[in-house]
């Protein structure tokens, strides 16, 4: 077994995770390999009953990933096991009979061959019910009494880390919300999922209009401004991208834009923190813009006489034909155009320079 001297570097590490917001499943591997797991950790976010999120060493991924899949027989554990805050690690023997398991099928036919046969797990915060589970192979044995004391002594360091790092991520998101509320945007606060965790009022007051909640999602009523926000919101929510933007086309939209951020910090699902801001944009369309706001344009990204024309077209709502059409020129040369834009924008998609367009301006 290794020394208690790896068992705290592994509690250090699940520290400066916390603080950090980043290097859980390095974490995890180090609090694993100081009890000699072969398995690995896992911290786990249980939401109604089941496991809906996870964050666990790479080696694991797979095998998580296929018990979350459903890809097994179902776990007794699930209905046995009861952790909490007031307990400590719990074991296999704590909670079954040897026989018991021996006769499983979630034991026999999942877990021995995913070589995860064995438990350590532990309640760290009882309002989102998130555990830590640290698992061996059938070779390696059953977590041992010093095993389980040795754990149970760096309990208490391992439960503030994750209370640290619910609060630091609480922090991150209210910094954003703060700037973007203080600008007067509605913003709403995603989960993990994509649903609707939190929406300032807004709904109730009608400052999300064209938009509505149904049932803790954004809805539109035009089934194209649905389709983009889904994609927008599960690209962002997901990790697969930092920011994403949708332009609404719904007649009552007047251009608006909505633009959805990615909260910095890693294990957002885990810790049952918000994973994304949703800010909307109203657009400028129904009214025109200014002469000082083309030149606010212009000025801010060194716009020739044609490209601006173009930008101050797409601030409006118009879309790339329309602008053409509108400039009197062929759409091949709008899009020449439209790729010049975005390399002094330095954004990538129409959706994005749109919603820097209408921030220049608003």
């Known amino acids: 077994m290794a020394g208690p001297a790896a068992l705290v570097t592994a509690t250090d590490a699940v520290l400066s995770a916390a603080l950090l917001g980043t290097g859980w499943e390095n974490a995890l591997q180090l609090l694993a390999d100081s009890v000699q797991a072969d398995g690995g950790a896992t911290l786990v976010y249980t939401e109604e009953g089941q496991s809906s999120a996870v964050i666990c060493n790479p080696e694991l991924a797979g095998r998580v990933g296929r018990y979350l899949a459903g890809e097994c027989p179902r776990d007794p554990r699930a209905v046995r096991v009861r952790t909490s805050v007031a307990g400590g690690f719990r074991t296999d023997y704590d909670d079954f009979e040897a026989e018991e398991i021996e006769r499983d099928p979630f034991y026999q036919e999942f877990l021995r061959p995913c070589a995860l ?35 149970n002594r760096e309990l208490p360091d391992l439960r503030a880390a994750v209370r640290i790092a619910q609060a630091s991520q609480s ?26 965790r939190h929406d300032g009022g807004e709904a109730g007051n009608g400052s999300l209009a064209p938009l509505t909640l149904r049932r803790r999602m954004l809805s539109s009523s035009d089934m194209r401004d ?32 909505l633009q959805i951020i990615r909260v910095k910090g890693d294990a957002c699902d885990v810790f049952g923190a918000t994973a994304a801001v949703g800010v909307l944009i109203r657009g400028s369309a129904h009214t025109g813009l200014t002469a000082d706001q083309v030149g606010q344009i212009g000025a801010a990204l060194e716009l020739t006489s044609r490209e601006l024309q173009l930008a101050a077209l797409l601030a409006q709502g118009k879309d790339l034909r329309e602008s053409a059409l509108k400039l009197g020129v062929a759409p091949s040369t709008a899009k020449s155009h439209l790729d010049r834009l975005f390399d002094k924008s330095g954004t990538r998609r129409q959706a994005e320079l749109i919603a820097l367009l209408v921030r220049l301006i608003s």
């Open 226 to 257: 649905q389709r983009a926000i889904d994609a927008a919101v599960q690209s962002v929510v997901s990790g697969a991208r930092r920011a994403a933007s949708v332009v609404l086309r719904c007649a009552s939209a007047m251009g608006a834009v």
């Open 171 to 196: 922090q991150r998101t209210n910094g954003m919300i703060d700037v973007l509320e203080a600008r007067g945007k509605p913003v709403l606060q995603f989960d993990f999922r994509g649903r609707v």
């Open 117 to 151: 046969y064995w438990h350590a797990t532990a309640r760290l915060v009882e309002a989102n019910e998130i555990d830590l589970g640290i698992k061996r192979s059938n070779k390696s044995g059953y977590f041992e009494p010093e095993a389980i004391a040795k754990l």
